[in-house]
């Protein structure tokens, strides 16, 4: 298993000071950026039964021997990696796991405490190969409250050959003692020339654009490039730059595209908004564009128009119903009332 180009610093960093290995890592940043590939190769590394024994030692794992065979089939008996446990389909290619890695899909559900209990006899039992062990929880901010507190027992006192790695895309909603207890890794987002380059070598076209628009996560981009998800952008954006004189006309015209537009859901349709609309809110207050400098011209006079406050009042109801946004009660009545707060935004300053 080998890593990304852009963890590269961040592997070196790890290995850097000879037996400073840490036993509990948190490794924190925004989502497609790899962070579970990156600790399913740490993973590897550590379990691998050709390794040295020294922290200095920053090769991959082999590959070869019967620990990493065993990893990529994905039943190493002293590997457990922790996730919500409702999904039962296989990872999609853009997301963070490697091919061979055999992951699952993780479900939406919390991660529960008999999860972080049922490792109880993994962890202090003993090895099977007498090596390593490694207990890999991702995404770590799904764990309950009650989950939470039962790792944190076990990480009080955990044994040496034992590693958690924690994965999180918001590790801000970890609780702090928890946080304290492991070696925080931030990977942030990598050099938009490197990520581009590794994307045109993914076979991804337009990739400069899709990474924009991404937030400069390339696993993100490179699985929105799979999904179709630029063609789909750019339909919602013609919505939003040609508006309806009325929300309902809006909502209908999203409603159609909803139902023709493989991969977009009302999720999708709600991040879309939200970053149209933090442009507008940027270039208004900067001359600036994040995500959509390619629609300069369309967002310019939008963003003369409107006001500063009510852009930025829209982009916070937008981070608020983003969290309905999969089981509204009702969905047209979601388009429009989203559809409302967009047009409001647009409406000149009251003098």
Not at 14 to 26: D, G, I, K, T, Y
Not at 53 to 66: D, I, P, Q, V
Not at 193 to 212: C, H, I, M, Q, T
Not at 322 to 334: E, G
Request: charged fraction near 20%.
């Amino acid at each position: 298993m080998n890593i990304y180009d852009w963890q590269a610093t961040i592997w070196h960093q790890l290995f850097s000071e000879a037996n400073s290995m840490p036993h509990a890592m948190l490794m924190g940043g925004p989502e497609g950026l790899g962070k579970l590939a990156f600790a399913q190769a740490l993973a590897a590394r550590l379990l691998c039964e050709q390794s040295d024994g020294t922290a200095s030692a920053e090769r991959m794992a082999c590959g070869l021997c019967s620990s990493c065979i065993w990893f990529a089939a994905g039943n190493h008996p002293d590997f457990r990696l922790i996730q919500p446990d409702d999904g039962d389909e296989p990872e999609e290619a853009g997301d963070d796991v490697q091919p061979g890695a055999a992951a699952r899909k993780p479900g939406k559900g919390p991660i529960r405490i008999d999860q972080i209990r049922n490792l109880t006899d993994f962890v202090y039992v003993g090895s099977h190969r007498r090596g390593n062990r490694v207990v890999v929880i991702s995404p770590a901010e799904s764990m309950n409250h009650a989950a939470a507190n039962s790792l944190l027992k076990v990480l009080e006192e955990p044994p040496a050959s034992v590693y958690f790695i924690l994965i999180s895309n918001s590790w801000r909603r970890l609780i702090p003692t928890l946080r304290s207890r492991c070696r925080n890794m931030t990977f942030g987002r990598p050099d938009p020339l490197l990520a581009s380059r590794w994307l045109s070598n993914e076979g991804v076209k337009k990739p400069d654009e899709l990474l924009r628009l991404a937030g400069g996560a390339p696993l993100l981009a490179a699985e929105w490039a799979g999904q179709g998800r630029l063609e789909s952008y750019q339909k919602v954006v013609e919505a939003l730059a040609n508006k309806p004189v009325d929300p309902i006309a809006m909502a209908m015209k999203w409603a159609t595209l909803l139902k023709g537009e493989q991969g977009l859901g009302l999720p999708q349709l709600v991040d879309m908004v939200q970053k149209w609309v933090f442009d507008l809110a940027l270039f208004k207050t900067t001359g600036g564009l994040r995500y959509h400098d390619g629609w300069r011209d369309t967002l310019a006079p939008l963003a003369a128009k409107a006001s500063g406050t009510g852009l930025m009042s829209c982009y916070n109801d937008l981070l608020r119903i983003r969290a309905v946004a999969r089981h509204p009660l009702n969905t047209q009545l979601f388009l429009e009332d989203l559809a409302t707060r967009y047009l409001r935004s647009l409406a000149p300053a009251r003098g």
